[in-house]
């Protein structure tokens, strides 16, 4: 099914000026005709209700994300802003410090601001967007997955936990440890399963949930976890961070120590943002967030454009870059 991308690229215009010509907006008259002859040709059909709705919304999109001080979200905030820019779109950016209260208030200035849709990293399990669907406005989820029937852009966060603890198994390191964020999110406990997985093949002797910890997603979450791991009667030899934050913050730590990699094997999922070490000390499985806030971008702009197929969920690759030091 063609989308407004599709239009736009064959009329040579802007996914704007595309939206702008169904909408009834002042277009001039060589961009109405190229539009409406790419769309015949494509055989797109705009839907009617969002062109009803975007009449009565600005040219506005709201990016709720529940950590802007996490280099992650950052990222991905990069890849929002440059595609809707470029589509004639302002993002406005809503820091919900994963508290569901605060992010409700986010949704309902939305609402009452006419944005046009909503890219949203949702606080948890808990969050409630029925107000925000109810208006017909579109929502693209990312990073996590929610219970609505809404598009949305994913990692492959089990395959992540996996390949950070496969890659340590490899390096020679044998006990190996988990530190996530909060277990209720999905992509903490996602991660978690897939470190599962590769421990369990591997070293079936191991206590698993002795060397597994959720914590905070930030600094100080990585810390608390790391230092409980290593008061423990027989400390792990290497651990795997559930993303950015709890990985400085659990270097930090074993720095503090003396025990910084090779010594101790780091896994961390995400980029480091901060570190005083060598950036071949430590694995890093590497998440396209910036690619993530693109497509959730483009997503979005389908669906105020008219696109009407069924929902669906794009999940995004993750690369991993080893630690060029093995444990000795």
């Not at 989308?3 to 277009?27: C, H, M, Q, W």
């Not at 406990?189 to 591997?202: F, I, K, P, Q, T």
């Given at each position: 099914?063609?989308?407004?991308?599709?239009v736009?690229?064959?009329?040579?215009?802007?996914?704007?000026?595309?939206?702008r010509?169904f909408?009834?907006?002042s277009?001039?008259?060589d961009?109405?005709?190229a539009?409406?002859?790419?769309a015949?040709k494509?055989?797109?059909?705009p839907?009617?209700?969002?062109?009803t709705l975007?009449?009565q919304?600005?040219?506005?999109?709201a990016?709720v994300?529940?950590d802007?001080?996490?280099?992650?979200f950052?990222?991905?905030?990069?890849?929002?802003?440059?595609v809707a820019?470029?589509?004639?779109?302002?993002v406005?950016l809503?820091?919900?410090?994963?508290?569901v209260?605060k992010?409700?208030?986010?949704?309902?200035?939305?609402i009452a601001?006419?944005?046009?849709?909503?890219?949203?990293?949702?606080a948890?399990e808990?969050s409630?967007?029925?107000?925000?669907?109810?208006t017909?406005?579109p929502?693209?989820?990312?990073?996590?997955?929610?219970t609505y029937?809404?598009?949305g852009?994913?990692?492959?966060?089990?395959a992540?936990?996996?390949?950070?603890?496969?890659?340590?198994?490899?390096?020679?390191?044998?006990?190996?440890?988990?530190?996530g964020?909060?277990?209720h999110?999905?992509?903490?406990?996602e991660?978690?399963?897939?470190?599962?997985?590769?421990?369990?093949a591997?070293?079936?002797?191991?206590?698993?949930d002795?060397l597994e910890?959720?914590?905070?997603?930030?600094v100080?979450?990585?810390r608390a976890?790391?230092?409980?791991?290593?008061?423990?009667?027989e400390?792990p030899?290497a651990?795997?961070?559930?993303?950015?934050?709890i990985?400085?913050g659990?270097?930090?730590?074993?720095?503090?120590?003396g025990?910084?990699p090779?010594?101790?094997?780091?896994?961390?999922?995400?980029?480091l943002p901060?570190?005083?070490?060598?950036?071949?000390?430590v694995?890093?499985?590497?998440?396209?967030?910036?690619h993530?806030?693109?497509?959730?971008?483009?997503?979005?702009?389908?669906?105020?454009g008219?696109?009407?197929?069924?929902?669906?969920?794009?999940?995004?690759?993750n690369?991993?870059?080893?630690?060029?030091?093995?444990?000795?």
């Amino acid at each position: 099914m063609a989308t407004i991308y599709d239009v736009a690229e064959l009329a040579k215009v802007s996914p704007a000026t595309v939206s702008r010509v169904f909408n009834g907006t002042s277009v001039s008259e060589d961009k109405v005709a190229a539009v409406r002859d790419a769309a015949a040709k494509l055989n797109f059909t705009p839907n009617r209700t969002a062109r009803t709705l975007r009449r009565q919304s600005s040219e506005v999109i709201a990016l709720v994300i529940p950590d802007i001080e996490n280099p992650y979200f950052t990222e991905m905030a990069r890849g929002v802003e440059d595609v809707a820019s470029e589509a004639g779109y302002s993002v406005v950016l809503c820091n919900s410090d994963a508290q569901v209260e605060k992010e409700a208030t986010y949704l309902r200035i939305a609402i009452a601001e006419h944005m046009s849709g909503i890219i949203i990293a949702t606080a948890d399990e808990n969050s409630n967007l029925d107000s925000i669907l109810a208006t017909g406005r579109p929502v693209v989820a990312v990073d996590r997955s929610t219970t609505y029937d809404i598009d949305g852009v994913v990692m492959a966060n089990r395959a992540a936990g996996t390949s950070a603890a496969k890659d340590l198994l490899d390096a020679g390191y044998r006990r190996i440890a988990y530190i996530g964020g909060p277990e209720h999110i999905d992509t903490a406990a996602e991660r978690a399963a897939g470190w599962r997985a590769a421990l369990s093949a591997a070293r079936p002797d191991l206590d698993l949930d002795e060397l597994e910890r959720f914590a905070t997603f930030r600094v100080d979450g990585g810390r608390a976890a790391m230092e409980e791991l290593l008061a423990l009667p027989e400390p792990p030899d290497a651990v795997v961070a559930g993303n950015n934050l709890i990985g400085v913050g659990a270097i930090q730590v074993l720095t503090e120590r003396g025990l910084t990699p090779p010594q101790v094997g780091v896994a961390v999922i995400g980029s480091l943002p901060f570190t005083t070490l060598s950036p071949t000390a430590v694995t890093v499985v590497r998440l396209p967030a910036r690619h993530m806030g693109v497509t959730a971008a483009r997503m979005l702009l389908d669906r105020i454009g008219g696109d009407a197929q069924p929902s669906r969920t794009v999940v995004l690759r993750n690369e991993i870059q080893p630690a060029s030091a093995v444990r000795s």
